[in-house]
């Protein structure tokens, strides 16, 4: 792990902490596995790898432009505006592969806008100001939420999650 030099490149570092203990869950989960899920009002392991991804995808989206707005449309049109290629996915592998693609692009495109435009306050979901930057670490705590799902259907599933496993030196 390298020394971070800025406040952005601490934030970008932890989610791509965050990001590897997504992907590292999913590909613990055999692709039969999928469509699991503990209760039928739930998403499925499948669908809450999608969920990551278009979070991920609108706030990206939203946090580099000049002039962002959560409220610019409902939360779902919202979605829509920015995962398309999240929703056309098909296999386990075809999201792995978007999970590891999308971080990238996401950090080359928040180090393109800079320290100084993630300082500047926007307006939230709930109406408050906060910097951009705090709602990145939103975002990173959005994962980490959802990666803790993961790991509970693993556990349902009879599966060790894998940084159980990791942990254990396994």
Do not use: C
Request: aromatic share 8%.
């Amino acid at each position: 792990m390298t020394q971070s030099t800025t406040r952005l490149e601490e934030a970008l570092e932890a989610w791509g902490d965050a990001r590897r203990g997504v992907i590292d869950e999913v590909r613990n989960i055999p692709a039969k596995q999928w469509d699991f899920r503990p209760t039928p009002d739930v998403k499925s392991v499948r669908e809450l790898a999608v969920h990551i991804l278009e979070v991920a995808m609108l706030m990206t989206g939203e946090l580099t432009r000049t002039d962002t707005n959560f409220r610019r449309a409902p939360w779902l049109k919202l979605l829509r505006m920015y995962a398309g290629s999240a929703y056309k996915a098909k296999s386990r592998t075809e999201l792995q592969r978007i999970l590891r693609l999308q971080l990238k692009s996401a950090q080359r495109e928040f180090r393109s806008v800079g320290e100084l435009h993630m300082l500047q306050l926007i307006e939230r979901f709930d109406g408050e100001k906060g910097t951009r930057l705090a709602w990145l670490y939103h975002g990173i705590a959005q994962e980490e939420y959802h990666r803790g799902q993961l790991t509970v259907y693993e556990r349902l599933m009879g599966i060790e999650p894998a940084l159980t496993r990791r942990i254990r030196g396994g």
